[in-house]
């Protein structure tokens, strides 16, 4: 059972050595991205103690800003290199620098060979209450989202943040960009956590959909929080579907009305160590680092 992890980092350079340390095996290899933003010395501190293992590849950086498509670029990015190595790995595996796993090694193959082939995604159809930003998601979608270093717009949503621009321009701009936008395909909506286990089979179906269209692509580069909504949207349409287990295996805690997990300490250790959950978000080691010692000391 061969592995291949994607992992999104920014910061920690400890934790994501660790962390690479704790998952490597003779059936492991890591495609890492570190944020274009990270200044220089925390990149070496990534890359230097990881040079030593000849499984693990950084990737091309991109800047990462919230809701931006450069969130989805490193994912196909790492699908794309995982597949040209031709070593035929069975599942490939995406989380972020601040993931830890809460099962041992030979826990993890185990949970994946039982599973008769199935990938591990959370999905469900748009809209959905469990997403209170407009229109149950389909906002993120229907409007054209502009990013810029950080900055976003949902434009010709907001026509009052653009009070100063003429009448006739603003005419002129609706005429151009529809008021509201419909997915190439007619594919239907689905969300869901932007983290998740996928086969080969559909790391595969993913690379060519995306060679072959670019239509799809550039329309989600206007997708706000795209990573939430691309992969399963790609999956969901498709004859893989039914090969899809609606479980991410993270533990993950989101505290009301926040648009990030909460961070996870000794106080979390008995609730997440008990689930069948294989992995955890988020740690992280200058706010509590004992709580990793405490899984290591479990699973090991």
């Not at 969130?71 to 196909?76: A, I």
């Not at 989380?95 to 995604?121: C, E, R, W």
């Not at 805690?253 to 997990?261: E, G, N």
Request: glycine share 4%; net charge positive.
């Amino acid at each position: 059972m061969k592995i291949a992890y994607i992992i999104l980092a920014h910061k920690l350079p400890e934790q994501l050595v660790r962390l690479v340390r704790k998952l490597n095996t003779d059936m492991a290899s890591f495609f890492i991205h570190v944020d274009k933003k990270t200044d220089g010395e925390t990149y070496r501190k990534m890359t230097e103690p990881l040079s030593e293992y000849e499984n693990v590849y950084f990737l091309d950086r991109y800047a990462r800003y919230y809701g931006d498509f450069n969130h989805v670029k490193p994912t196909l990015d790492g699908i794309q290199k995982i597949l040209a190595l031709g070593k035929r790995y069975d599942y490939i595996i995406l989380m972020t620098g601040q993931h830890y796993p809460i099962k041992s090694n030979s826990q993890i193959q185990k949970a994946l060979q039982d599973s008769g082939g199935q990938s591990f995604v959370e999905y469900f159809s748009l809209p959905d209450e469990r997403w209170k930003d407009g229109n149950g998601g389909l906002d993120r979608i229907n409007y054209w989202h502009l990013h810029w270093r950080g900055w976003e717009f949902a434009f010709l949503k907001r026509r009052h943040f653009l009070k100063r621009v003429p009448d006739r321009v603003w005419s002129a701009l609706v005429k151009i960009l529809p008021m509201r936008r419909n997915l190439p395909r007619n594919f239907k909506e689905y969300g869901g956590s932007a983290y998740w286990c996928l086969t080969r089979e559909c790391a595969e179906y993913i690379d060519e959909f995306v060679r072959r269209n670019d239509d799809f692509v550039k329309f989600f580069k206007h997708v706000k929080i795209a990573e939430e909504i691309f992969f399963q949207t790609i999956l969901m349409n498709s004859h893989l579907k039914n090969r899809l287990t609606n479980d991410n295996l993270r533990y993950i805690i989101w505290p009301p009305s926040s648009r990030h997990p909460a961070i996870l300490g000794k106080q979390d250790f008995e609730n997440f160590i008990k689930t069948d959950k294989l992995f955890a978000r988020k740690f992280d080691i200058t706010v509590d680092a004992d709580v990793l010692d405490m899984i290591d000391r479990a699973t090991s």
